[in-house]
């Protein structure tokens, strides 16, 4: 059986970057969304989906320290040097077996059904570092800014985590 036209000889464009502090390759289209990278090619499923738009943000993570939704961002836009960190690398950040951000995440009881808690937590840390290097600690303000939707509505305790989490690291 004769090879479909334009498939023959073609190559799936191989895309580097830095996964949880290590160097990893994904053999995709250049196009595919990094959140479907690291979920179904990666096998790296803390980052959920929620709506593909960015707006839940329950796949948020970070880029070089920064929080992002990867559900946005087509891999052809990650560069080698990149450094992607999700809730699976987090506690790595701080050599530790959890994030003293997961630690408050417990200790306050925020998850119900635990959905979109990988991204309400990087979103947290990412909040809390930026207030930091501004020169300050995390306001209500900067909480307010944290637009991750939780379906069941557990906000108040999230708050209470955050602003916990943030005492301890």
Same mark, same amino acid.
């Given at each position: 059986?004769?090879?479909?036209?334009?498939?023959?000889?073609?190559?799936?464009?191989?895309?580097?970057? +830095?996964?949880?502090?290590?160097?990893?390759?994904?053999?995709?289209?250049?196009?595919? %969304?990094?959140?479907?990278?690291?979920?179904?090619?990666?096998?790296?499923?803390?980052?959920?989906?929620?709506?593909?738009?960015?707006?839940?943000?329950?796949?948020?993570?970070?880029?070089?320290?920064?929080?992002?939704?990867?559900?946005?961002?087509?891999?052809?836009?990650?560069?080698?040097?990149?450094?992607?960190?999700?809730?699976?690398?987090?506690?790595?950040?701080?050599?530790?077996?959890?994030?003293?951000?997961?630690?408050?995440?417990?200790?306050?009881?925020?998850?119900?059904?635990?959905?979109?808690?990988?991204?309400? +937590?990087?979103?947290?840390?990412?909040?809390?570092?930026?207030? %930091?290097?501004?020169?300050?600690? +995390?306001?209500?303000?900067?909480?307010?800014?944290?637009?991750?939707?939780?379906?069941?509505?557990?906000?108040?305790?999230?708050?209470?985590?955050?602003?916990?989490?943030?005492? %301890?690291?």
């Amino acid at each position: 059986m004769a090879a479909p036209s334009g498939a023959q000889g073609a190559t799936v464009p191989e895309h580097t970057f +830095i996964l949880n502090g290590k160097p990893v390759t994904a053999e995709v289209e250049d196009d595919v %969304r990094l959140l479907w990278v690291l979920r179904d090619v990666l096998g790296v499923t803390g980052p959920k989906y929620g709506c593909g738009l960015g707006v839940c943000q329950a796949c948020t993570s970070h880029l070089n320290g920064k929080a992002f939704n990867p559900c946005s961002v087509p891999v052809k836009d990650v560069r080698p040097d990149d450094e992607v960190t999700t809730i699976e690398g987090l506690p790595a950040t701080v050599g530790k077996d959890l994030h003293p951000m997961q630690e408050a995440w417990l200790e306050y009881d925020v998850a119900q059904c635990g959905y979109c808690q990988p991204g309400q +937590i990087m979103a947290a840390v990412a909040k809390v570092k930026q207030a %930091r290097a501004a020169g300050r600690e +995390i306001t209500e303000a900067d909480l307010d800014e944290i637009r991750n939707v939780c379906r069941c509505g557990t906000y108040h305790r999230i708050r209470e985590a955050i602003t916990d989490g943030a005492k %301890r690291f």
